[in-house]
């Protein structure tokens, strides 16, 4: 996806018209809308933007698939995340807050009937 995709992607989930998308990052709506037709780039508002909608740089820039990656430093102790592993943390990601609860719920279940059960010996 294009950086102009990915922002009308993000409007159209908060239900924005360019005109309010324009006023909440404090450019004009014309400057906004040459961004999502690529016409010219936010490289002065890029950081803002992705503050706004809690992504990264990368993702608007369309360098990732991923919207929030962990910080570097929580990177480094975790293992490269197969393309299995980054579609479902997209979908995840894409759910609303019932639908990642139950996602939770489920995970948490299902780890339960493989994992050893410690039991209490205090007496």
């Known amino acids: ?64 698939d991923i919207p929030n990656e962990p910080p570097a430093s929580a990177a480094a102790g975790m293992q490269a995340l197969t393309p299995q592993d980054q579609e479902l943390l997209r979908k995840y990601h894409e759910l609303d807050s019932r639908g990642k609860q139950a996602v939770l719920d489920t995970l948490d279940r299902e780890h339960s009937y493989t994992t050893p059960q410690i039991e209490d010996t205090a007496m």
Not at 5 to 31: C, H, Y
Not at 39 to 45: A, D, G, H, M, S
Request: hydrophobic content about 30%; proline content about 2%; aromatic content about 10%.
């Open 1 to 64: 996806m294009t950086t102009g995709e990915r922002l009308i992607e993000l409007r159209n989930k908060l239900g924005f018209s360019q005109e309010q998308m324009a006023d909440e990052l404090g450019v004009k709506r014309s400057t906004y809308a040459k961004w999502e037709k690529d016409t010219n780039q936010p490289t002065r508002k890029l950081k803002d933007i992705a503050a706004y909608f809690h992504v990264t740089t990368d993702y608007l820039l369309g360098n990732t």
